[in-house]
């Protein structure tokens, strides 16, 4: 909850606290509503979320599994390499074929995630991620990286 922004908004920090703001908010629903879920489910980080709240992984395990997950994208990310950044608003055809323009066989990149009709995240080389963010940023979407 305190320090810089730039420091916060790391994956290693983001995923944890994610992490424990879910298994939160699972347990406080317990707490107050009591009906036990026949089926949990989760997407991506989320499915920590869920192992936890089924009981198939401890918080604690879990908790060291998504804080190296976080450092291992983290390393991935400052090698220059490869990277990730969430699209919202933007049309999925637009999205498609600034990807198609801007994929090259040494700097791939594609669409990851289709988190929903309204979001969806960008994954592949730094250079070309950065191309297509840079494209939907001058056109007004908002881009998370």
Same mark, same amino acid.
Do not use: K
């Given at each position: 909850?305190?320090?810089?922004? /730039?420091?916060? $908004? *790391?994956? +290693?920090?983001?995923?944890?606290?994610?992490?424990?703001? +879910?298994?939160?908010? =699972?347990?406080?629903?317990? %707490?107050?509503?009591?009906?036990?879920?026949? =089926? /949990?489910?989760?997407? $991506?980080?989320?499915?920590? @979320?869920?192992?936890? @709240? @089924?009981?198939?992984?401890?918080?604690?395990?879990?908790? *060291? !599994?998504?804080?190296?997950?976080?450092? =291992?994208?983290?390393?991935? /990310?400052? &090698?220059? !390499?490869?990277?990730?950044?969430?699209?919202?608003?933007?049309?999925?055809? #637009?999205?498609?074929? #600034?990807?198609? %323009?801007?994929?090259?066989? @040494?700097?791939?990149?594609?669409?990851?995630?289709?988190?929903? $009709?309204?979001?969806?995240?960008? $994954?592949? %080389? %730094?250079? /070309?991620?950065?191309?297509? &963010?840079?494209?939907?940023?001058?056109?007004?979407?908002?881009?998370? *990286?």
């Amino acid at each position: 909850m305190e320090g810089p922004i /730039s420091q916060l $908004s *790391r994956t +290693s920090y983001t995923q944890p606290a994610l992490l424990t703001i +879910s298994v939160i908010a =699972f347990r406080r629903y317990m %707490h107050d509503v009591g009906i036990i879920p026949e =089926f /949990s489910a989760g997407h $991506s980080l989320g499915e920590y @979320s869920a192992l936890v @709240s @089924s009981g198939v992984l401890s918080f604690g395990d879990a908790l *060291r !599994v998504v804080q190296e997950r976080g450092r =291992f994208m983290e390393e991935a /990310s400052e &090698a220059g !390499v490869g990277c990730m950044v969430a699209v919202r608003g933007a049309d999925l055809n #637009l999205l498609e074929e #600034l990807c198609d %323009h801007y994929a090259v066989t @040494s700097q791939p990149i594609t669409i990851a995630c289709y988190n929903s $009709s309204y979001q969806y995240v960008v $994954s592949g %080389h %730094h250079a /070309s991620v950065a191309a297509v &963010a840079g494209q939907l940023e001058q056109r007004g979407f908002q881009i998370t *990286r």
